[in-house]
């Protein structure tokens, strides 16, 4: 069965960086486009970045210029680098195969100072 597994998520304070990580297991990877969500209390999960299997990346206006996503096929990986955190970047940080049913569990960010 193929599963994602975020991991990075932590309490930072304005302005500081995480990288988070997403492992897929299973030999399906390569073929997938990868995308990072998010939610927030009291507001709908939205689209934050994404990767395609050749690594064309797209970004919300919102993180635009701050956040980084890149993927390591070798190790089954994708990571959304965040800098330049913000109040409203706090959020539940969700990794999805898009196309599929596969999402992770997610990961807490929390940027307060």
């Known amino acids: 069965q193929v599963q994602a597994v975020e991991s990075g998520g932590d309490l930072v304070q304005p302005g500081g960086s995480l990288r988070l990580s997403c492992v897929v297991s299973?030999?399906?990877?390569?073929?997938?486009?990868v995308d990072w969500y998010r939610q927030a209390p009291g507001k709908e999960r939205e689209l934050v970045a994404s990767?395609?299997?050749?690594?064309?990346?797209n970004y919300a206006d919102a993180v635009k210029g701050r956040f980084t996503i890149s993927r390591d096929n070798a190790k089954n990986t994708v990571y959304l680098q965040m800098n330049s955190l913000e109040f409203e970047d706090t959020a539940v940080y969700y990794c999805?195969?898009?196309?599929?049913?596969?999402w992770g569990q997610g990961t807490q960010v929390t940027v307060s100072s």
């Open positions: 299973g030999n399906i990877f390569n073929r997938y486009r």
């Open positions: 990767i395609s299997s050749g690594g064309r990346t």
């Open positions: 999805y195969l898009d196309g599929t049913n596969i």
